[in-house]
């Protein structure tokens, strides 16, 4: 079996990390994306079945400065629809048009909204089906929250787009530190040699000691031969 090499193995560690990166990434995205900037106050989906010549009126109550109102809806069968938006609660059209804040004709489907400029105003969307033979059915989501939104609605994204941004940095300082390791050499400690001394007996040292200097015995005063390490008379050891 071949034994994976340590640029393979650096190669599938590399590959899990980019994986992990590009999820989170993917994650956070995806929660951005979806996310409201106004906070859902009210918010209203609903299914409605309108006949010929007939309208369905959603109320929408104490509304204040800076509240978004949107709209989105979309006919799903039957004969288009005319949208309006007007200020107050009514229960039926009426008015000249001059007096509706959104208006559209002949739709079917649509996407809008419209920030509120007075505190506690209510207002109504309303759909008609001005046909007089062919029934409609709409599909519609209506919201109403701050243009700031709550900022509690924000939290969960600020950690994620933080802890992902933590885990990028990590990994990249992680393989930044790994590559320089692998780059630099390494020292190699010197191998240190020990020098075996040969050791002598202490005779041998003041024999060599005496060789050429000491001529006569210290003990009894004889004349040695040179190289003696007894004295022949006394029997001494030199």
């Not at 089906?129 to 062919?134: A, C, L």
Request: glycine fraction near 6%.
């Amino acid at each position: 079996m071949r034994k994976k090499t340590s640029n393979e193995n650096r190669i599938k560690e590399n590959k899990y990390k980019l994986t992990s990166c590009f999820v989170l990434i993917l994650l956070a995205i995806i929660i951005v994306s979806n996310a409201n900037p106004a906070y859902a106050a009210l918010s209203e989906t609903d299914t409605e079945v309108l006949g010929p010549n007939t309208g369905a009126v959603i109320n929408i109550v104490e509304s204040n400065v800076d509240d978004v109102i949107s709209v989105e809806y979309e006919v799903t069968s039957g004969h288009s629809l005319d949208v309006y938006l007007k200020e107050g609660l009514t229960m039926m059209l009426f008015g000249p048009p001059s007096t509706y804040i959104r208006k559209d004709n002949d739709s079917f489907e649509g996407e809008w909204s419209y920030t509120v400029t007075s505190d506690d105003t209510d207002y109504s969307v309303i759909f008609l089906n001005e046909d007089s033979v062919e029934s409609s059915t709409v599909t519609y989501t209506i919201r109403r929250g701050s243009v700031l939104g709550d900022i509690f609605d924000y939290l969960y994204i600020i950690f994620i787009v933080i802890g992902v941004i933590a885990v990028v940095v990590s990994l990249i300082v992680r393989s930044v530190v790994k590559k320089r390791k692998s780059i630099e050499p390494e020292v190699k400690p010197e191998s240190i040699t020990q020098t075996k001394v040969k050791s002598e007996s202490p005779a041998q040292t003041r024999a060599e000691s005496l060789h050429g200097v000491v001529t006569f015995c210290p003990e009894c005063g004889t004349k040695l031969q040179e190289g003696a390490v007894f004295c022949i008379e006394c029997g001494h050891q030199l």
